[in-house]
């Protein structure tokens, strides 16, 4: 679906703001790929893009691929901008160099949603999800694509129903530059974590695409050149379990169909674990990766944050379920909770080990606007402003120094190179075998997939294997994958591996955020090139 009845034509650039280089970026991966320069392909960008009347040209920039310029400003007539908390400067920016060409700039999506008053420069402020307001703002641009006297928000009202979302313009994404592709296919969780905002943004009654939707970006993803991984964005894949499941046989067809060229990943909550059914269908779709926020190994922790669903199952056995069904599980981890003791950064590497997950992204706690923890902590007066140059912007309950010691302590000894391989060392043997066997489709035996692969494991035997200092931890592992003739099984832990060891080695000397919702800004932002 698109927007319709609009007769004049307007030229839109929709510019995707830089990250700040963090745990969840990759960029250390980048040089050991094909060309990768950037995470992933921005949904809301592109979906807004593709709801554009028909007429209407648009021009999209990713600034962590390249900066918009001079000649990107004068061709326009108007720009959006989205993006995320951890990317209010970066975006802020971007309206200043829009301005200076005297452009109409419209902000949307999730951190303008949350706290409009961040953004007091632009004209146009789109506050919630596609619907009314964006056929508001089309209609205000075809009217007039000047600048408005003084700001204009516009509140979405009347959701469009994801049914009829349009698929978003992946064609105007250089896709082959992304490290994994996106795709989203329901919005919402039922879950109220209270450091969470998604519900009080997008609702606790989970909105879905339909099957035929998902397998019609799927194709599109692949028409454009998206090869080996896909990402499902949903704040919880599982939010509607009868509708994961209507869901999971169409792509076991799609990916029969296709060759299984695709890999699939996705989050949701650990109580994923007690729902075989899915599990054995999402192996048969060849998912491998699943995202659980296990946030903390302590059920005391679990249930002051409302999290009492990941302990429908023991935590380890949970993960260990998973793992069966051949996919690897990625953790999110936090630190400087209220429960948090002097001995938590401890217990949590106990936890490293005995869990065998190779990627846990550990962060500080943060509050974010629109979440139970905000409301709660401004109460209590524990709110600390985010530009004092701290990693969060909550007053903890031990020392603020003890908690950024004991994360920087936790980041560096989890993934010391020994430690790291052995978790991966444990996924090839334990989790990677379970699963399915896939087909060696003509697609994959082409030469220029060929060609990808072998760039790939040059860059990695070079920059890794001659050039880093864990060569010889590499090697190691290495080898065994060669003698069992898993390259992919090399390839993946070593791109990954390798983002991890470096970005926390930087993380334990103090070099990067302890919050990947921290907006403080340091030298290491991932540049545009």
Known sequence: MRAEGIGTVRRILCVFPRYTSSFGTFEH???LTDGVQAFMPPQGLLLIAAYLPENWPVRFIDENIRPATKEDFEW???VFVSGMHIQRQQMNDICRRAHAFDLAVAIGGPSVSACPDYYPSFDYLHVGELGDATNELIARLA????????QVVLKTNDRLPMTEFPIPAYELAEVKKYFLGSIQYSSGCPYQCEFCDIPGLYGRNPRLKTPQQIIAELDK????GVTGSVYFVDDNF??????????????????????YVMRLACEATLNIAKRPEILEKMREAFFVTVFCGIETPDPDALKAMHKDHNMMVPILEGIRTINSYGMEVVSGIIMGLDTDKPETGDALLAFVEESQIPLLTINLLQALPKTPLWDRLEKEGRLVNDDDGRDSNVEFLLPYDQVVESWRKCMEVAYQPEKLFARYQYQCDYTYAQRIKVPVTPEQKSWANIKRGLIMLRNIFWKVGVLGDYRKVFWKFALGRLRRGDIEGLIGPAMIGHHLIMFARAASVGQQNASNYSIRLREASVPAE
């Open 221 to 224: 993803l692949r028409e454009c």
């Open 143 to 150: 009217r007039d694509p000047s600048r408005p006297e003084q």
């Open 238 to 259: 599982i939010g509607n379990r009868k509708a994961a499941l209507d869901l999971l046989p169409h792509l076991v067809e799609w990916q029969k169909r296709t060759g």
């Open 29 to 31: 991966a980048y040089p």
């Open 76 to 78: 326009a007539e108007a």
